[in-house]
């Protein structure tokens, strides 16, 4: 049920998740719920409806997280009671906020009372009721898309809050997450990219370098939900010589590992943010498959945020199912991995489903090899087929490398196994918009 209160407060809406209660008639009933949705809902709105302006001036508070540290996602706290009080408390209050529903109840009618506009009783707020806070000025993006806020030829100023790597010291490589400070109206949305022009000068070309092109890892809220930062999944690159198997230094990727070693503080150079594709589908029901190799795993951790972890509108109404397949090389590779389980017991039953291909220490049931996210999918091609034939949209993210086997498992089994015309099948996945890649 959808109430819209006039009031000065514009920082969040006011959600009621409640088991079958009786409501006053001042509230309008939805005309629909998500198929796994287990409850009725209340949705207080803190703005007016449709006033973008005002939403957007709206602040969420100053980054929680201090210069340098990365714990910036505590399953317990984040993944259970993340937005699940008064936002403004949490973010003031940091890691000593405690959950008070009584309170933001009463906050809730005092809002209401004052608003002109619509007629709230006093009472107590009804058996078995949840009441939440949820994040809300930023939703007026996905009307508004922000592309281009600068351009790679006038980069703007972003400043490394902070940087942790995210594999253990086992795995193979370094893999770094990195928080930036945004400068001030800079905006993006869940699938969207950011370019990162390193410093220096590119000794062939005696120019600027150009710039890097980085899939972003977190929400439109960022990562300390104050709409103003925004984090990256960083793989270091470096160049093995076959002949010592030592690093050469002169090989090494210059934009990687100037962000992978970034100081907190360290000024960088960004632009856009830029992409259209690989945006959550609109309908709320719809059934989201992410495929992803290493750092691909980037857009989906801000896919799996945005619907299972932050207390948003938008999470609420997915009614769809999310399968995620993540492939790494070993155990200690998995990335996000604490995060992930925390969403798996945020979602509804049946609601998230992950798969993990870790192709040194699993083997798959067609032919016994390596386990490879591209044997997952044909292991699962029914369900990979049925899930598109009903409007599922699927996205693929990682090294380039990765699409030709999974092309080509999937023509197999279409063929072989099902007795489907692939090239045709896959056509009309494209034409419906169902099918998304982003390869690097």
Not at 101 to 110: C, D, G, R, V
Not at 152 to 166: E, F, N
Not at 341 to 361: G, T
Request: proline share 7%; aromatic share 8%.
């Amino acid at each position: 049920m959808i109430l819209n209160l006039e009031s000065s407060v514009t920082l969040a809406c006011v959600i009621l998740t409640c088991n079958l209660i009786h409501l006053s008639s001042s509230f309008q009933p939805l005309s629909s719920s998500p198929p796994h949705a287990t409850s009725a809902t209340i949705i207080l709105s803190a703005t007016a409806n449709g006033n973008k302006d005002r939403i957007k001036k709206v602040g969420g508070g100053i980054p929680v997280v201090p210069p340098g540290d990365c714990l910036l996602f505590d399953p317990e706290k984040e993944g259970k009671l993340q937005g699940t009080g008064a936002l403004s408390d949490r973010i003031t209050h940091g890691a000593s906020y405690e959950l008070q529903p009584s309170a933001l109840y009463e906050y809730m009618q005092a809002q209401a009372q004052a608003s002109s506009s619509v007629t709230a009783t006093a009472a107590a707020p009804p058996a078995n009721v949840d009441v939440r806070q949820a994040q809300q000025w930023l939703e007026y993006l996905n009307d508004d898309l922000p592309v281009n806020f600068a351009k790679a030829s006038k980069p703007v100023d972003a400043t490394v809050l902070a940087r942790s790597r995210i594999i253990s010291d086992d795995a193979p490589g370094d893999i770094q997450h990195v928080v930036l400070s945004l400068p001030e109206g800079m905006h993006y949305v869940e699938g969207q990219s950011l370019s990162v022009v390193p410093p220096g000068i590119d000794a062939r070309s005696s120019k600027p370098y150009s710039p890097r092109l980085y899939s972003i890892a977190s929400t439109r809220y960022g990562d300390a939900l104050d709409g103003k930062t925004v984090s990256l999944c960083v793989r270091r690159a470096e160049y093995y010589d076959p002949s010592t198997g030592a690093i050469d230094p002169a090989k090494k990727g210059v934009c990687s590992n100037f962000l992978c070693d970034a100081e907190p503080g360290t000024v960088v150079k960004v632009a856009g943010p830029v992409g259209k594709t690989m945006l959550l589908p609109e309908n709320p029901n719809t059934d989201v498959i992410m495929v992803a190799t290493g750092t691909g795993i980037a857009p989906f951790r801000a896919f799996m945020h945005r619907l299972f972890v932050e207390e948003t509108v938008r999470r609420h109404m997915f009614g769809g199912r999310a399968w995620l397949v993540l492939g790494v090389p070993t155990t200690g590779g998995l990335l996000y991995k604490e995060e992930i389980d925390a969403m798996i017991h945020n979602a509804q039953p049946d609601q998230l489903k992950v798969d993990y291909a870790i192709s040194r220490e699993m083997t798959n049931s067609i032919d016994g090899g390596k386990l490879y996210v591209q044997n997952v999918i044909a292991q699962n091609a029914g369900e990979f087929f049925e899930r598109l034939d009903n409007g599922a949209n699927v996205y693929f993210c990682g090294l380039k490398g990765m699409m030709p086997p999974i092309l080509d498992a999937l023509k197999r089994v279409a063929e072989e196994e099902h007795g489907l015309d692939w090239s045709e099948k896959l056509k009309g996945w494209k034409a419906n918009h169902q099918w998304h890649v982003e390869v690097y």
